[in-house]
């Protein structure tokens, strides 16, 4: 933000919505249903089998990249010159970007969250290390995008070694066997209504508000809200990466039929959620002002309601992430579908009344109150369908110390010591008081092993 214009930072934010875009679409629900169906397959030890279907869907959304890659180039070859250079850029790292999404979603199908961990922190090390690079280059928008993109390429590298390692290791053949006719319809029978739930993902997630502000409210507005969105969405995709592990966990003991182990670990992952997402949320709240003007300058301090209305979804939407494993790891993809088309709906309908009237804060308040509405729909999918009561009252105390620690104790400590001090002082004591507090009051033990359950299980939930 320090490099660019509010216009070129929105440009910048435009043309990342547009990959993040044009990849949901390159590949749909096969790498999440990937995830789906080897878990089920490892759960009733068929391995090789799950072997044969990744590595045949892994080629086909390769090819399909590739193919996309060229229409864009083709279209940014024939389109205006300052669209030129984003575009280029896009097309070219699509291809890495899709092989990178299946790949992690086979591993993530066997179990296998270190290598994804280790690859993905490198991946992000590089990014970091283009993006100060292009700083002192001064190469403009074009080239943050092209680093914050370059992501894709570290990661298929990571994810494809560790994939071959793992195979070589217990002598899995190199030769492109087929899975079976039933695997395949079992897989697409999984895939159909999950790619007809994406427009969820490209609605809600991916910042559908992006394009409605790109033609309501300009670039300017777009920066506003892509900068607030980011730090959102760092957060939101790291709750959802700490109750991901559940998934492929939930999806071997649905293959299994062990349902008293997928209730355990249902209720064992909501409550890690919160315990994440409610510290951050109140903790945003008191301090995300003085973060943005540290971090991004004045300047920028437009975003500050933005993101704290963004914040008010977090708990909801990490908690929705974890119910949602559920509902798609038993099999239910067309109630996940149901909940999508309506989300989508009334996401579309309040980015059209808020934005043109309210900017990058209509756009906020879009995206939060759509998130609020998913996860009411979720809890009650889950309380009707599979019968199971969430611990409602745990969940009120994490809320209730979470508040007390990490909003009313940061607010007090600004106010006692103003600047930069302050700001770091309340960070620091309340995340440090919060994690006294809810260790005094027991709700740690969720991290501990539950009785009877495997070793393995709690090594890889750790990981």
């Not at 435009?14 to 390159?26: D, E, F, P, Q, S």
């Not at 996940?336 to 756009?363: E, F, H, K, Q, T």
Request: proline share 4%; glycine share 10%.
């Amino acid at each position: 933000m320090r490099d660019l214009s509010p216009d070129d930072y929105g440009a910048f934010s435009y043309y990342v919505w547009v990959a993040g875009i044009l990849a949901a679409v390159g590949t749909l629900a096969f790498p999440e249903a990937i995830t789906k169906i080897t878990s089920e397959l490892r759960g009733e030890r068929r391995l090789i089998e799950a072997r044969a279907l990744a590595r045949w869907v892994t080629i086909g959304i390769l090819g399909a990249n590739l193919l996309l890659s060229v229409i864009v180039c083709i279209v940014a070859l024939d389109g205006s010159p300052s669209r030129r250079p984003f575009l280029l850029i896009v097309g070219a790292l699509l291809g890495p970007t899709a092989l990178a999404s299946v790949l992690r979603s086979t591993l993530m199908g066997r179990e296998r969250y270190r290598p994804v961990a280790v690859a993905s922190l490198s991946s992000s090390v590089i990014q970091l290390i283009l993006i100060v690079a292009n700083f002192l280059a001064r190469l403009g928008a074009p080239g943050y995008v092209l680093a914050v993109l370059s992501s894709g390429l570290v990661q298929t590298a990571g994810f494809a070694a560790a994939l071959g390692r793992a195979d070589l290791s217990i002598g899995v053949p190199l030769r492109l066997s087929f899975p079976s006719r039933t695997t395949l319809r079992r897989y697409l029978a999984f895939v159909l209504p999950a790619t007809l739930g994406i427009p969820v993902s490209v609605i809600v997630w991916e910042r559908s508000e992006v394009f409605f502000l790109d033609r309501f409210s300009g670039l300017v507005q777009v920066g506003y809200y892509n900068l607030a969105y980011t730090v959102f969405s760092m957060v939101l995709m790291l709750g959802w990466a700490l109750v991901n592990g559940f998934y492929p966990a939930i999806s071997r003991d649905y293959g299994a039929g062990e349902w008293h182990r997928i209730r355990e670990k249902l209720g064992r992952s909501f409550l890690f959620g919160a315990l994440y997402a409610v510290p951050l949320s109140f903790g945003g709240w008191a301090t995300i002002d003085g973060l943005i003007s540290l971090l991004y300058g004045d300047r920028m301090l437009p975003a500050v309601s933005v993101a704290r209305v963004l914040l008010i979804g977090l708990v909801p939407g990490v908690l929705s992430g974890v119910l949602g494993t559920l509902i798609l790891a038993t099999g239910r993809v067309w109630l996940s579908l149901s909940a999508s088309i309506l989300l989508s709906a009334v996401n579309i309908v309040l980015d059209l009344i808020l934005i043109p009237r309210y900017a990058a804060l209509g756009a906020a308040f879009a995206s939060t109150m759509s998130q609020l509405v998913y996860a009411m729909i979720l809890f009650a999918i889950v309380a009707r369908v599979f019968g199971i009561d969430l611990p409602w009252r745990r969940l009120l105390g994490i809320v209730v110390s979470g508040a007390v620690t990490t909003f009313v104790l940061p607010v007090m400590l600004e106010l006692w010591i103003p600047g930069a001090l302050g700001l770091v002082s309340a960070i620091v004591l309340s995340a440090a008081v919060y994690i006294v507090v809810v260790g005094l009051s027991g709700y740690l033990q969720i991290l501990l092993p539950a009785e009877g359950a495997a070793d393995t299980d709690i090594v890889r939930m750790r990981a």
